[in-house]
């Protein structure tokens, strides 16, 4: 059976083990925008572009098993992008993203022993920076269909990770119930393929449709005890016009959580 669930900073197992993660892990990542035109006229002097982008976003994640373990975070930041067309069909994008977050995770009673009182329930900030590195290929004009991969590496520091430290040393006496910090260090990495799928919609806007999967490490750690990893994916819509691009995802952590994003990139140039 599963004794426990997941919020954006729990992983709970069978066996009644119930694991931590680093507060916005699995859910940070930001998509990159289409280009407003799906490609202009190779004739011209230059068809490629740089844009260069100010982004926010907010998260808001549940757990799959115990909606009482929820969280939330804010994210703001700054992207660059390069869109190099290399025929009217056939274009590179690459990305780069720095952003910073800000967010709460609060858990129930479900876990809750004697040995924990004071720590479950509770609720706790988080707060650190992620860096995003994204490269694709992409082919077709109007109608492009675009796959690539996306990797990340974040920062994450606050109250909550003291209360993982904390809970870790718990061994309850009178309860089956174990606490396993999953990120025993301030830093986490993943790594996701994305395929998607850009149109015009009327003269002025775009819509792009996406999917991904990959995986993810709540810790860097050269203790290959302490290296697990878990298996991500999402789906996102993104609208832009103009220079702006609205865009809204749903992202799964395993069968453990799930979050809803909303979220807006401005390019400034």
Same mark, same amino acid.
């Given at each position: 059976?599963?004794? *426990?669930?997941?919020?954006? $900073?729990?992983?709970?197992?069978?066996?009644?083990?119930?694991?931590?993660? $680093?507060?916005?892990?699995?859910?940070?990542?930001?998509?990159?925008?289409?280009?407003?035109?799906?490609?202009?006229?190779?004739? &011209?002097?230059?068809?490629?572009? @740089?844009?260069?982008?100010? /982004?926010?976003?907010? !998260?808001? @994640?549940?757990?799959?098993?115990?909606?009482?373990?929820?969280?939330?975070?804010?994210? @703001? #930041?700054?992207?660059?992008?390069?869109?190099?067309?290399?025929? &009217?069909?056939?274009? $590179?994008?690459?990305?780069?993203?720095?952003?910073?977050?800000?967010?709460?995770?609060?858990?129930?009673?479900?876990?809750?022993?004697? %040995?924990?009182? *004071?720590?479950?329930?509770?609720?706790?900030?988080?707060?650190?920076?992620?860096?995003?590195?994204?490269?694709? /290929?992409?082919?077709?004009?109007?109608?492009?269909?675009?796959?690539? %991969?996306?990797?990340?590496?974040?920062? %994450?520091?606050?109250?909550?990770?003291?209360?993982?430290?904390?809970?870790?040393?718990?061994?309850?006496?009178?309860?089956?119930?174990?606490?396993?910090?999953?990120?025993?260090?301030?830093?986490?990495?993943?790594? =996701? /393929?994305?395929?998607? +799928?850009?149109?015009?919609?009327?003269?002025?806007?775009?819509?792009?449709?996406?999917?991904?999967? #990959?995986?993810?490490?709540? @810790?860097?750690?050269? !203790?290959?005890?302490?290296?697990?990893?878990?298996?991500?994916?999402? /789906?996102?819509?993104?609208? =832009?016009?103009?220079?702006?691009?609205?865009?809204?995802?749903?992202?799964?952590?395993?069968?453990?959580? !799930?979050?809803? !994003?909303?979220? +807006?990139?401005?390019?400034?140039?």
């Amino acid at each position: 059976m599963i004794c *426990g669930a997941v919020s954006t $900073a729990v992983l709970a197992l069978s066996s009644c083990v119930s694991f931590y993660s $680093a507060g916005p892990f699995g859910h940070e990542s930001i998509p990159v925008p289409p280009r407003l035109s799906g490609g202009p006229t190779f004739g &011209e002097k230059d068809p490629s572009k @740089t844009e260069i982008s100010l /982004l926010g976003r907010f !998260n808001k @994640t549940s757990a799959s098993f115990v909606p009482e373990d929820q969280s939330w975070f804010a994210q @703001t #930041g700054i992207m660059g992008t390069r869109y190099t067309q290399f025929s &009217e069909n056939f274009r $590179a994008d690459l990305s780069a993203t720095i952003t910073g977050w800000y967010g709460r995770v609060s858990f129930g009673d479900v876990f809750s022993v004697p %040995e924990t009182a *004071g720590l479950i329930p509770g609720s706790y900030d988080f707060y650190g920076g992620t860096g995003q590195l994204a490269a694709f /290929l992409r082919v077709g004009r109007d109608v492009g269909f675009r796959v690539g %991969e996306v990797s990340l590496i974040s920062y %994450e520091t606050g109250a909550y990770s003291d209360f993982r430290r904390k809970i870790a040393v718990i061994n309850p006496s009178a309860s089956s119930i174990s606490y396993v910090n999953l990120s025993p260090t301030p830093w986490s990495h993943s790594h =996701r /393929l994305e395929a998607s +799928l850009d149109f015009p919609v009327g003269d002025e806007f775009r819509l792009q449709i996406g999917a991904d999967c #990959g995986y993810g490490f709540p @810790t860097i750690t050269w !203790n290959e005890k302490q290296n697990y990893f878990v298996v991500l994916g999402g /789906l996102t819509g993104i609208v =832009r016009y103009q220079q702006y691009s609205l865009f809204a995802s749903y992202r799964v952590m395993d069968i453990l959580n !799930n979050s809803l !994003n909303l979220g +807006l990139i401005v390019a400034i140039n």
